[in-house]
């Protein structure tokens, strides 16, 4: 049997990097033509949006442990590669995500109450998809990779030039839905984006226990190029995000990008992480925070950190405090908001079920009421 062609993946023995851990900045002579817009502006940018992220991340995860919220799903270490994503592609680009997105959806308009609704309870969805150009939260591990591609597949049929993104971690690679939606974006040439973020785990699952090779390999037996980047390195996602989108754009067809990262919280707050994994290891990924990195380099090029810092501090405090208010203003929805936007137009059995459950709902209902 011959082994998946490694010729198709850039990154294979070390991910690509521009950013080193201490903020240097490095040569990479496929990334760095990518990266001519970048200044003092694109950088400090960046850091603020990776800042209010996290602290999007920290207020939600209080807000769940008081009680607020059901669940809440942790992004924090992983701020690079969902930025570094969605300040490369286009507003009309569609992103179809997974449950941990919440960078992506802050880059879209998604605001406070909308992030946070699906979490608390009070909705089945979150936002509307077609006016943020995002799916609300995917649960079901790789699903949205066949979305993905099918609305690709869709684009290519109308015409259009926007393009779709897959959103999903390491351990969707091992579902059959994620393989199923690299079979059919290969095969009709859809322009499509795979954007893993190797996280380190499935859950309690370490990625070395899942693949035995790195999952930037996977897609090279549907004959789709990968490219593995260090995903705590906010200008190299950037770079590998331009590259993916222009080849698709252009009729290159589908590109599976690995952004190598980590999960520093949980899976979910209902989820205890210190069962499987240990202290040296968060350390061993703490130093190499992609907001840390992306604030020495600032702080190397004379930049005015302290005043950058302070525009963060000031935006954060204030995004917390909406997170906070929206809380407030979110109550259960009433009961037959349950058949709606269930499907694109309603037919004889879902009025049906509608009925019933209104029969129902009065026959609960106090006499006299």
């Known amino acids: 049997m011959s082994p998946p062609d490694s010729s198709l993946v850039e990154g294979l023995k070390e991910p690509l990097q521009v950013l080193a851990p201490d903020g240097t900045r490095t040569a990479n002579e496929l990334l760095d033509p990518h ?3 970048i200044d003092e502006t ?8 990776m800042s209010i992220v996290r602290r999007i991340d920290t207020e939600a995860v209080a807000l769940q442990r008081q009680g607020e919220l059901g669940l809440w799903p942790p992004l924090l270490g992983q701020e690079g590669a969902q930025i570094g994503l969605a300040r490369a592609i286009n507003d009309d680009d569609f992103i179809f995500s997974s449950y941990r997105e919440q960078a992506l959806a802050w ?7 909308e992030m946070l609704s699906v979490w608390r309870g009070t909705t089945f969805s979150g936002w509307d998809p077609h006016r943020r150009h995002m799916t609300t939260p995917q649960i079901i591990i790789g699903a949205q ?3 993905a591609a099918g609305y690709a597949m869709a684009i290519t049929g109308a015409g259009g030039s926007e393009i779709a993104i897959a959103c999903f971690g390491d351990g969707a690679t091992s579902q059959g839905d994620l393989n199923e939606g690299l079979v059919f974006a290969s095969a009709f040439n859809a322009p499509v984006v795979f954007f893993c973020q190797n996280n380190q785990y499935a859950i309690s699952e370490p990625v070395a226990v899942q693949s035995r090779v790195p999952l930037a390999l996977r897609p090279t037996g549907f004959g789709i190029p990968s490219l593995r980047v260090d995903g705590n390195d906010v200008l190299a996602v950037r770079a590998a995000t331009r590259i993916a989108a222009d080849r698709a754009r252009s009729g290159g067809g589908p590109t599976f990008i690995e952004a190598v990262t980590y999960r520093m919280g949980p899976h979910t707050t209902s989820d205890d992480p210190t069962r499987y994994r240990d202290q040296a290891e968060l350390e061993h990924w703490a130093a190499r925070c992609p907001i840390a990195r992306v604030e020495s380099h600032l702080e190397s090029t004379g930049a005015p950190i302290e005043s950058i810092r302070a525009e963060a501090r ?5 995004v917390a405090k909406d997170l906070r208010a929206a809380i407030t203003t979110m109550t259960p929805p009433p009961a037959h908001t349950l058949f709606e936007q269930v499907y694109a137009s309603e037919h004889a059995p879902l009025r049906r079920q509608r ?6 709902e009065a026959s609960l209902a106090p006499e006299g009421s």
């Open 35 to 37: 990266l001519g817009d």
């Open 42 to 49: 694109v950088l400090t940018d960046l850091f603020i949006d």
């Open 107 to 113: 880059c879209r308009g998604v605001e406070p109450a």
């Open 145 to 147: 990779a066949l979305h």
């Open 314 to 318: 000031i935006r954060s405090d204030a």
């Open 355 to 360: 009925r019933e459950a209104e029969l129902l």
